[in-house]
């Protein structure tokens, strides 16, 4: 089998295999060191990121334990 030919099979296999394996993408809420924060006022469902171990933005708040979204889709 020709270098080539090696080079363009690997790549494609591998994600077959990851496609077939059940693998999914889901993107997270906040970047590695930060959390979810959400806003205080009620009629908006605000989100943003806080550095981990610091307050809240004024106007937001942490989410009560275990309620926090992890991944985009997640409900909140």
Same mark, same amino acid.
């Given at each position: 089998? &020709?270098?080539?030919?090696?080079?363009?099979? !690997?790549?494609?296999?591998?994600?077959? =295999?990851?496609? =077939?394996?059940? %693998? &999914? @993408?889901?993107?997270? !809420? %906040?970047?590695?060191?930060?959390?979810? !924060?959400?806003?205080? #006022?009620?009629?908006? &469902?605000?989100? =943003? %990121?806080?550095?981990?171990? $610091?307050?809240?933005?004024?106007? @937001? $708040? #942490?989410?009560? =334990?275990? $309620?926090?979204? $992890? @991944?985009?889709?997640?409900?909140?």
């Amino acid at each position: 089998m &020709s270098r080539r030919l090696t080079t363009l099979l !690997v790549p494609l296999l591998v994600l077959t =295999a990851a496609g =077939a394996s059940g %693998c &999914s @993408y889901r993107e997270r !809420v %906040c970047s590695s060191g930060e959390h979810p !924060v959400r806003t205080v #006022d009620p009629s908006d &469902s605000g989100l =943003a %990121c806080a550095p981990d171990g $610091e307050q809240p933005p004024p106007g @937001y $708040e #942490d989410f009560p =334990a275990g $309620e926090a979204p $992890e @991944y985009v889709d997640d409900m909140y």
